[in-house]
Antibody, heavy 118, light 107 residues
């Protein structure tokens, strides 16, 4: 059974760079696409982007200028960096596996709340 | 970008009821439409992919239909564990996008 676990700081200050890692267990990170999705408190879901183990990425244009994703197959984890955060970036951040064939998010981490506050 | 609109935004129903939730895309997404269930404080869970395919382990009371711009999720007989928020999501083109959610509550 594939499991994903996010890790990173829970509290940040405006203008800092958010850095999150998603560790994958129970399966290989290779040959799949992996995504980050976020959810502001009480609101809906926003896709941030995806990365493949080849290093190929695709980011949401709304965040593209601030987002960088990376992947480390030796550690079976992938990461998200979001620069210049503001209060609007306060959200629960989920990592998820992109299922093969018809694109969907078939495995999710439990999510980690990141609060941006001065 | 493709906008996804769900209706209704909230819904009250009773155990055993048949419930239908609708999702409309701003342009055709073919059958690249997925449905998720989310309970408070938890990650979303994939229910239906490719508009009508049941994800492994999901009860058969859940079904999906539609293609192009109009889709439905139907729960044939509501169970207590089904009261949650439901989201549709298009995977036809990036940026992938979700509907705003439909909160299903107990009447």
């Amino acid at each position: 059974q594939v499991q994903l676990q996010e890790s990173g700081p829970g509290l940040m200050k405006p203008s800092e760079t958010l850095s999150l890692t998603c560790t994958v267990s129970g399966g290989s990170i290779s040959s799949y696409y992996w995504s980050w999705i976020r959810q502001p408190p009480g609101k809906g879901l926003e896709w941030i982007g995806y990365i493949h183990n080849s290093g190929s990425t695709n980011y949401n244009p709304s965040l593209k200028s601030r987002v960088t994703m990376s992947i480390d197959t030796s550690k079976n984890h992938f990461s998200l960096k979001l620069s210049s955060v503001t209060a609007a970036d306060t959200a629960v951040y989920f990592c998820a596996r992109v299922g093969r064939g018809y694109v969907n998010f078939d495995y999710w981490g439990q999510g980690t709340l990141v609060t941006v506050s001065s | 970008d493709i906008q996804m609109t769900q209706s209704p935004s909230s819904l009250s129903a009773s155990i055993g009821d048949r419930v239908t939730i609708t999702c409309r895309a701003s342009q055709s997404v073919s059958v690249y439409l997925n449905w998720y269930l989310q309970k408070p404080g938890k990650a979303p869970k994939l229910l239906i992919y490719a508009a009508s395919s049941l994800q492994s382990g999901v009860p058969s009371r859940f079904s999906g239909s539609g293609s192009g711009t109009d889709f439905t999720l139907t729960i044939s007989s509501l169970q207590p564990e089904d009261f949650a928020t439901y989201y549709c999501q298009q995977s036809y083109s990036t940026p992938y996008s979700f509907g705003q959610g439909t909160k299903l509550e107990i009447k």
